[in-house]
């Protein structure tokens, strides 16, 4: 999902539901060497159709190899490096729905599916 569309999605949500609440946070994953990714994680809470609702987006640069680094003792594990795009990201786009019993967020399954608000 580019910027325009997230933007658009923002868009149409406010208008069709209002936002409850909306915001980003730091997105920061990390390899087995100590190098880290950071990314971004912005979402918008509002009642929609099926209760309160969460969608959110998750952009971080794009891993474009992954290093294995290998021990030669038999009980040592493979460590992973990952190697970044400087100008390339990606982007993850999830739903979910809040559950009153459990007090979370569960994530909606949306592969295949096309959800449009």
């Known amino acids: ?9 923002k ?8 936002i409850l ?5 730091p997105d920061i994953m990390a390899d087995d060497v100590g190098n880290e990714i950071k990314g971004v994680r912005e ?3 509002f009642n929609g159709p099926g209760g309160k609702m969460k969608v959110e987006r998750t952009k971080r640069p ?3 190899e992954k290093k294995q680094h ?4 038999q009980a040592g594990k ?10 390339e ?7 979910f729905t809040w559950d009153d019993l459990a007090g979370e967020w569960k994530e909606i399954d949306t592969r295949g599916d096309s959800i449009s608000f």
């Open 11 to 18: 868009d149409s949500i406010k208008e069709k539901f209002g």
């Open 43 to 45: 979402f918008v809470v």
């Open 21 to 25: 609440e909306e915001g980003s946070e």
């Open 78 to 87: 493979a460590l992973t490096e990952y190697v970044v795009s400087d100008t």
């Open 89 to 95: 990201t990606t982007q993850k786009t999830e739903v």
């Open 70 to 73: 290998y021990h030669k003792t």
């Open 62 to 64: 794009m891993i474009i």
């Open 1 to 9: 999902m580019t910027d325009d569309r997230w933007q658009d999605l």
